[in-house]
């Protein structure tokens, strides 16, 4: 069955960094894009960012634009997410996601298009 194992969490410094993996079995990894969504106690989950197929395209939302890179490695059916400069609202537990899209380039920012998920790994971020 299909498995996308997050990890890489835990509790960071503000102003510090993270690195965050996924892991994906199960799937024809190349053909599905790939997102990084959270979700904050008492908050909705939200878009993080996200891959293309190929690993060309990228996207992030605003609040961590500029300080976080998204990457994947189809031979090994993992996904990363960098973040450096990490702030206090940045604690969420952090969920990798894959989404069978039909075009190479695109990844969707909305959790319900997305059709597997991973089970979550936690990231605290102290002031």
């Known amino acids: 069955q299909v498995q996308l194992v997050a990890s890489g969490g835990g509790l960071v410094q503000a102003g510090g960094s993270l690195n965050l993996s996924c892991a994906a079995s199960?799937?024809?990894?190349?053909?599905?894009?790939m997102g990084w969504f959270r979700q904050a106690p008492g908050k909705e989950r939200e878009f993080v960012g996200g891959?293309?197929?190929?690993?060309?395209?990228?996207y992030y939302t605003d609040s961590v634009k500029g300080r976080s890179t998204i990457s994947r490695d189809n031979a090994k059916s993992t996904v990363y997410l960098q973040m450096k400069g990490l702030k206090p609202e940045d604690t969420a537990v952090y969920y990798c996601?894959?989404?069978?899209?039909?075009?190479?380039?695109?990844?969707?920012?909305?959790?319900?298009?997305?059709?597997?998920w991973g089970q979550g790994t936690q990231v605290t971020v102290s002031s």
């Open positions: 996601a894959a989404d069978q899209v039909p075009s190479s380039w695109y990844v969707s920012p909305r959790w319900s298009d997305y059709d597997y």
């Open positions: 891959i293309s197929q190929n690993g060309v395209s990228t």
């Open positions: 199960g799937l024809p990894f190349s053909s599905y894009a």
